[in-house]
C-alpha cells in the first residue's frame, strides 16, 4: 500500500532538515518525506560554505533574518552542544584599514546593538593587534558571540532526530522530475518512484525556482548562482591568523569580502569573492552549464544586475583569476602576507534570487501555491538561522494548510 505522507519536503540542505525538524516538533503525528537528488545531506549550499556562525550583526535592524539570525544562532548552538556536533564560540574581529570605512563600520556596531547582539565591543589599533597580532587596521569591532561549526554535522544529526519517528523518511538520490495534484493529493516523481504527499514545502536552494515550476508555479524570481574561490594558507603560514578575520563589507551587497576563517576540521581559508557563475552547481572556475547559463541570461533580471553591478562584476573575475590580486585584497588585513603563504582550495555558490528589475531580494521569500510552500530565497545567515526559519516554515506551513 502506498505512503500517503502530509509533508513531503524538497531538498537535502540544512534548511530542509531543519523545516522537517521543527515540523516534527510542533506535530510528531505528522507523516514527513524529505528528498534529496544528490547521494548525501548537504551537498550544495550547506556543505560548500565557510561553516561560520553568524552573530546578526550587519542586518538591518528588525528585518526578518536580523530577527532569526539572533533567535537561531543561540538555538544551533545548544542544538550542536545537544547531540555533539563539533563548533567553536571563537569570536571574530571585523576590521576597517582605511578611513572611509569607519562610518560604515560605526553602522555595523549600531546594528548589532539594535539586534542584541551579545559580546559585542568597540576596538582600537591596539586591541587589534593584541587578538590577531599579524592583522593591522584603524578601527574594528571584536564580536564574541561569532564562532565556526561542522553544518553538515548539524544536517545529518537533524535528519537522524527526523527519522526517529518511524513515519518519517529520508530519500536521497531522487530528483524531482514532476509534480502533478490530483483529488488533494501530490504525485512527486522521481526517476526511481513516486510518492505521494497532501502537501509539499520547497526547500531546494539552487534549483528553488525550478522546482517551482515543476509544480506548476513560475516564481517572480530567477536563482542566479555566484561562485566564491578560497584560498587556504599554508601549514607554515596559518601562525598568521588565530581566529576569524573580516573587513568592513560593502554595503551595496549581500557579500561579507574576503576574510580568513579557521575551520572547524583544522587549517585557515581565505576568501571568498563573488563571481557570477555559468553552472549552478559547477565546483569549479571554468565550470559551464547550457541550460543554467540560457536561463540566467534569457531573464532581463540578470541584464539589469549586470548594468548596475558591472565595475563590481569585473572586479570580483579579476580575483578568480589573478593570485597576485586577490593577494593585494587579503593584505589589506594582513600586510605581511607573502604569495607563497596562500594556495588555491575550494568553491563554494551561493543561489542568489534576482527579481525581474536586477534587485537583489535580500531576506527571505516565500510564495505559495495550491497546498505547497516554495522557499525561492533563504539567504545568509541561513545556516546560522536554519532552526529559527525552519521553525517559522513549519508554522507557516501548518497555519496556512489548516493543521493543528
Not at 550547506?46 to 550587519?58: D, K, L, Q
Not at 594582513?334 to 527579481?355: F, K, N, T, V, W
Request: with cysteine.
Amino acid at each position: 500500500m502506498t505512503t500517503t505522507y502530509d509533508f513531503c519536503i524538497i531538498g537535502g540542505g540544512i534548511v530542509g532538515l531543519a523545516t522537517a525538524y521543527q515540523l516534527s516538533q510542533l506535530n510528531p503525528q505528522l507523516k514527513l518525506l524529505i528528498l534529496e537528488k544528490e547521494s548525501k545531506l548537504a551537498a550544495h549550499q550547506t556543505g560548500h560554505n565557510s561553516g561560520v556562525i553568524h552573530s546578526g550583526i550587519y542586518y538591518k535592524p528588525g528585518s526578518y533574518k536580523a530577527v532569526k539570525c539572533v533567535q537561531g544562532r543561540r538555538a544551533l548552538v545548544a542544538f550542536a552542544k545537544t547531540h555533539k556536533v563539533a563548533y567553536d564560540l571563537c569570536g571574530k574581529i571585523i576590521v576597517a584599514t582605511d578611513v572611509s570605512e569607519l562610518n560604515h563600520l560605526e553602522k555595523v556596531y549600531q546594528h548589532g546593538l539594535q539586534n542584541e547582539v551579545e559580546d559585542i565591543e568597540r576596538i582600537g589599533p591596539e586591541t587589534i593587534q593584541e587578538i590577531e597580532p599579524h592583522c593591522r587596521g584603524i578601527a574594528g569591532i571584536r564580536v564574541g558571540c561569532t564562532g565556526i561549526i561542522d553544518y553538515p554535522g548539524i544536517t545529518r544529526a537533524l535528519a537522524e532526530r527526523v527519522q526517529s519517528l518511524k513515519t518519517n523518511k529520508v530519500v536521497l538520490n531522487s530528483e524531482v522530475q514532476r509534480i502533478c495534484l490530483d483529488a488533494g493529493i501530490y504525485t512527486i516523481s522521481t526517476l526511481q518512484q513516486s510518492f505521494q504527499s497532501r502537501h509539499i514545502i520547497n526547500t531546494s536552494g539552487l534549483q528553488a525556482d525550478r522546482t517551482s515550476l515543476k509544480a506548476g508555479q513560475k516564481s517572480m524570481a530567477k536563482i542566479v548562482g555566484f561562485r566564491g574561490d578560497y584560498y587556504d594558507l599554508t601549514p607554515e603560514a596559518q601562525h598568521k591568523v588565530k581566529h576569524l578575520i573580516y573587513p568592513v563589507p560593502n554595503p551595496k551587497f549581500p557579500f561579507l569580502g574576503v576574510h580568513f576563517t579557521r575551520m572547524i576540521d583544522g587549517g585557515i581559508e581565505c576568501g571568498p569573492n563573488a563571481v557570477f557563475v555559468f553552472d549552478r552547481e559547477g565546483y569549479s572556475k571554468t565550470a559551464f552549464n547550457f541550460k543554467d547559463t540560457r536561463d540566467a541570461l534569457a531573464f532581463k533580471g540578470t541584464w539589469k544586475f549586470f548594468a548596475k553591478h558591472w565595475k563590481f562584476g569585473l572586479d570580483e573575475y579579476r580575483g578568480a583569476f589573478s593570485k597576485n590580486y586577490f593577494l593585494k585584497r587579503l593584505q589589506k588585513l594582513l600586510p605581511d602576507l607573502e604569495h607563497s603563504d596562500i594556495i588555491p582550495s575550494r568553491c563554494g555558490i551561493r543561489a542568489m534570487a534576482l527579481g525581474p528589475e536586477g534587485e537583489m531580494l535580500d531576506d527571505f521569500h516565500i510564495e505559495w501555491g495550491p497546498q505547497i510552500m516554495h522557499i525561492i530565497n533563504s539567504p545568509s545567515p541561513a545556516a546560522t538561522a536554519c532552526l529559527a526559519y525552519g521553525e517559522e516554515i513549519a508554522r507557516q506551513a501548518l497555519l496556512k494548510f489548516n493543521i493543528s
